[in-house]
């Protein structure tokens, strides 16, 4: 949880390659944003990611109802908090 309230979700991919369509059950359905791209060129990375944003889907995973289907850059770390 940040300093305004809301919970920020941290996804570390420490392997070398992309992962498509990586789900994470979530607890509460949205739009998440990415607040940090490890792998954003802004970083000198290879700008893989989730277009800024990811919508979460009502398909069960990780003990949640709601989850989110991810890009997960290679070598990377993902910082997601819910928009709004």
């Known amino acids: 949880v940040d300093q305004t ?3 920020v979700i941290v996804i ?3 392997t070398p390659a992309v992962h498509h369509n990586y789900r994470v ?13 490890t792998d954003s060129s802004h970083y000198g990375g290879s700008n893989v990611g989730n277009l800024g944003s ?28 819910k928009a709004g």
């Open 25 to 37: 059950g979530i607890r509460e359905p949205g739009v998440y944003r990415e607040l940090i791209n």
């Open 5 to 7: 309230g809301d919970t």
């Open 54 to 81: 990811v919508t979460s889907e009502q398909v069960y995973s990780n003990g949640r109802e709601h989850s989110l289907s991810l890009t997960l850059p290679p070598l990377a770390t993902l910082y997601l908090v």
């Open 12 to 14: 570390c991919n420490l």
